[in-house]
């Protein structure tokens, strides 16, 4: 494990990945009535997906989740994520998220 407590990912392993969408406040954000709520990542210098994310309870708690798939994450480095939700007509990005992904033993 790392100094920031995150744990070690390794390439090609599946991690459940958990959002909360919060107001500038730093209050949930109702979301379950959003037309779309999508995950982008990348590797820094890669090229970006998009996933589907699944909300964790009802959405009214803001809160979502994604688990990758082994294909995922396929190369390590520096990966980025971003929530995107969609509301009707508006779009709400939120922050960049960063994770680091370690090799393997080949």
């Given at each position: 494990?790392?100094?920031?407590?995150?744990?070690?990912?390794?390439?090609?392993?599946?991690?459940?990945?958990?959002?909360?969408?919060?107001?500038?406040?730093?209050?949930?954000?109702?979301?379950?009535?959003?037309?779309?709520h999508n995950i982008t990542m990348k590797r820094i210098g890669g090229?970006?997906?998009?996933?589907?994310?699944?909300?964790?309870?009802?959405?009214?708690?803001?809160?979502?989740?994604?688990?990758?798939?082994?294909?995922?994450?396929?190369?390590?480095?520096?990966?980025?994520?971003?929530?995107?939700?969609?509301?009707?007509?508006?779009?709400?990005?939120?922050?960049?998220?960063?994770?680091?992904?370690?090799?393997?033993?080949?």
């Amino acid at each position: 494990m790392r100094k920031n407590n995150q744990p070690d990912i390794f390439v090609g392993q599946t991690v459940l990945l958990k959002f909360s969408v919060i107001d500038q406040e730093g209050f949930p954000v109702d979301i379950s009535t959003a037309n779309s709520h999508n995950i982008t990542m990348k590797r820094i210098g890669g090229s970006p997906t998009s996933v589907v994310a699944t909300l964790t309870n009802d959405g009214t708690d803001g809160l979502l989740e994604y688990e990758t798939e082994t294909a995922d994450l396929n190369a390590e480095g520096v990966w980025e994520f971003q929530v995107l939700i969609v509301v009707g007509i508006h779009e709400y990005p939120a922050t960049v998220k960063t994770l680091t992904v370690l090799p393997r033993v080949q």
